[in-house]
């Protein structure tokens, strides 16, 4: 059975930092690329960052690219979000997913696993 549990989640004033980890299991992680998804209220599911199964590709969508950085550790089966510099719209439910193909994604529909998703909130 596979699970991804995010954590790190939480209250952040803008311009500050936080960490996002996902620690995966009941799958062989180094087999999957993942990748990092947000959903703010009343608004649909977007493509935050992915990184291929080696960790050699990474694609970031253009609100967070220079301020965020996805990395993994297939020895920890775990991929983790560095996120800086955040900004009120930031703010979202952040869940990880890993696709079966390997390669670095950006859309939600080839990714097969998700998890619950963590809250991070940001504040003026």
């Known amino acids: 059975q596979v699970q991804l549990v995010e954590s790190g989640g939480g209250l952040v004033q803008a311009g500050g930092s936080l960490r996002l980890s996902c620690a995966a299991s009941?799958?062989?992680?180094?087999?999957?690329?993942m990748g990092w998804f947000r959903q703010a209220p009343g608004k649909e599911r977007e493509f935050v960052a992915s990184i291929s199964w080696g960790g050699g590709t990474t694609y970031y969508s253009g609100s967070v690219k220079g301020r965020f950085t996805i990395s993994r550790d297939n020895a920890k089966n775990t991929v983790s979000l560095q996120m800086n510099s955040l900004k009120l719209e930031d703010t979202a439910v952040y869940s990880c997913?890993?696709?079966?193909?390997?390669?670095?994604?950006?859309?939600?529909?080839?990714?097969?696993?998700w998890g619950q998703g963590t809250q991070v909130t940001v504040s003026s």
């Open positions: 997913a890993a696709s079966k193909s390997g390669f670095a994604r950006v859309v939600a529909y080839v990714f097969d696993y």
């Open positions: 009941g799958l062989t992680f180094s087999d999957y690329s």
